[in-house]
């Protein structure tokens, strides 16, 4: 019942879609860092700033509907943050490991940290102080 509820509501709907504008931004980023001849690490940092901030305007305005404010932006950014080493051991993984391109690394690590990126949202939006628009 909670699932038909939440997917009725379209908050799923919305989050897949401005999730979707992320990650098509920071695989950009990361792809076109790399052919300029950037290090991962520091296409990451990049990512995460510019995606994060995006990501947060669109979950808060279009998502969940809500009054952003300063201090849950910066929650929801250290919550980002903390998924920096995640991601750096994901491409590391994915590009030295398995040998691949970051044309190929970069979308592998986009689709594993979603889950990862869903739960911060709900933390740091969802259960911070909050006000309806």
């Not at 510019?50 to 279009?62: K, M, S």
């Not at 190929?104 to 933390?123: C, D, E, H, K, Q």
Request: charged fraction near 10%; hydrophobic fraction near 55%; proline fraction near 3%.
């Amino acid at each position: 019942m909670t699932k038909i509820r939440t997917l009725t509501d379209g908050k799923s709907v919305r989050y897949l879609a401005n999730a979707l504008v992320c990650a098509i931004i920071s695989n950009i980023i990361m792809i076109g860092g790399d052919l300029f001849g950037i290090h991962y690490v520091a296409l990451v940092v990049i990512a995460w700033f510019i995606t994060g901030t995006i990501a947060y305007i669109l979950h808060v305005n279009i998502t969940f509907r809500v009054m952003g404010n300063f201090p849950g932006y910066i929650q929801f950014m250290t919550g980002a943050a903390v998924g920096i080493p995640y991601s750096l051991l994901l491409f590391f993984i994915f590009e030295y490991y398995f040998n691949l391109v970051m044309m190929a690394a970069a979308p592998a690590v986009t689709i594993t940290m979603f889950i990862y990126n869903y739960i911060n949202a709900r933390l740091a939006i969802i259960w911070s102080p909050k006000k309806k628009m």
